[in-house]
């Protein structure tokens, strides 16, 4: 079984309010505005990719090659919404043979016949996020993200490889978002 996932972003909006990251940077004026939104881009990405979640809405395509037969399958970017449905296509066509149960670690659940159909390709789509402007990311992750940001302003030209990693702050607080993956 391969599994490919895409995100695909909704809007072109920041997961960051630009004046309090500069705050937060201890940058006063606009001279570097650029690069630090390049650098709050980065952190929110790393973020993402570390917690396995989407931090504003945008749309996951997650398309799964020879699925093995089982109960389910563990959505890998969350959170979603408890009312939210996936579109899910077995090769090519709409099905809906699936429970779903949204959350921080989404799931959806195959109905008992859904395997009789022996699968080549599913895509599920569905929409992740926690919502549509930076005010709606939970604080811990905005904090998280502010001080992933600061380890890259500080350290922009680091002399080795080691000296630019994780913050712990966004270590400790993405572990909390992620899902365990077997």
Same mark, same amino acid.
């Given at each position: 079984?391969?599994?490919?996932?895409?995100?695909?972003?909704?809007?072109?909006? /920041? +997961?960051?309010? %630009?004046?309090?990251?500069?705050?937060?940077?201890? @940058?006063?004026? &606009?001279?570097?505005? &650029?690069?630090?939104? &390049? *650098?709050?881009?980065?952190?929110?990405?790393?973020?993402?990719?570390?917690? #396995?979640?989407?931090? /504003?809405?945008q749309s996951i395509r997650v398309t799964v090659f020879n699925p093995a037969p089982g109960c389910g399958l563990?959505?890998? %970017?969350?959170? @979603?919404?408890?009312d939210g449905t996936p579109s899910v296509t077995v090769d090519g066509e709409a099905s809906t043979s699936f !429970?779903?149960?949204?959350?921080?670690?989404?799931?959806?659940?195959?109905?008992?016949?859904f395997f009789n159909l022996s699968p080549e390709k599913l895509t599920i789509e569905y929409q992740a996020g926690?919502? &549509? !402007?930076?005010?709606? *990311?939970?604080?811990?992750?905005?904090?998280? /993200?502010?001080?992933?940001?600061? /380890?890259?302003?500080?350290?922009?030209? +680091?002399?080795?490889?080691?000296?630019?990693?994780?913050? +712990?702050?966004?270590?400790?607080?993405?572990?909390?978002?992620?899902? @365990? #993956?077997?």
């Amino acid at each position: 079984m391969k599994i490919l996932v895409q995100r695909i972003a909704e809007g072109a909006g /920041l +997961p960051f309010d %630009i004046d309090e990251l500069k705050l937060h940077l201890r @940058v006063s004026d &606009n001279a570097e505005d &650029n690069a630090i939104q &390049n *650098i709050g881009r980065t952190a929110a990405a790393e973020i993402e990719q570390f917690a #396995q979640i989407a931090l /504003l809405t945008q749309s996951i395509r997650v398309t799964v090659f020879n699925p093995a037969p089982g109960c389910g399958l563990s959505l890998p %970017i969350g959170p @979603v919404a408890d009312d939210g449905t996936p579109s899910v296509t077995v090769d090519g066509e709409a099905s809906t043979s699936f !429970d779903f149960a949204g959350g921080i670690r989404p799931y959806i659940h195959w109905s008992p016949d859904f395997f009789n159909l022996s699968p080549e390709k599913l895509t599920i789509e569905y929409q992740a996020g926690f919502g &549509n !402007d930076a005010a709606d *990311i939970p604080p811990d992750l905005a904090q998280a /993200l502010m001080d992933q940001a600061a /380890l890259h302003f500080d350290g922009r030209s +680091p002399m080795d490889a080691k000296s630019l990693t994780t913050s +712990p702050h966004m270590a400790r607080v993405g572990a909390r978002y992620r899902g @365990v #993956q077997a």
